[in-house]
């Protein structure tokens, strides 16, 4: 994806791979990546961001769903939600798409 600014990002449309998969619990949300066979465990925010963002038409939207959603400034939601979302593609959990890739 071209850009890796945040401006991009939030343009960007997430989805998970084939090779991931994951489920919501109570006290958390396990996801598993087949090809590594390493689980992931985020806690119940952290799988709340998961499920909005592979929703949304983009990053951005799902910011605006989850600010309303925990009534929060958009702002500190679009900084969590970005550090999420880095921290899942290094961990080959999530993928980006721009708008040309949809």
């Known amino acids: 994806m071209p850009g890796t600014g ?3 990002l939030l343009a960007a ?4 791979p084939e090779h991931v998969v994951y489920r919501a619990f109570v006290k958390e949300t396990v996801v598993l990546n ?11 925010t ?3 961001m998961l499920e909005v963002l592979t929703k949304a038409e ?7 769903k989850l600010a309303s959603e925990y009534g929060q400034r958009q702002g500190e939601i679009e900084r969590d939600v970005l550090a999420l979302c880095k ?3 290094e961990r080959g959990l999530i993928e980006l798409h721009s708008g ?3």
Do not use: C, M, W
């Open 34 to 44: 087949l090809q590594t066979g390493k689980y992931h465990g985020l806690n119940p």
């Open 87 to 89: 921290d899942l593609i």
């Open 100 to 102: 040309a890739d949809r």
């Open 46 to 48: 952290g799988g709340r």
């Open 13 to 16: 449309t997430v989805r998970v």
């Open 6 to 8: 945040d401006e991009s």
């Open 58 to 64: 983009n990053i951005g939207e799902a910011t605006a």
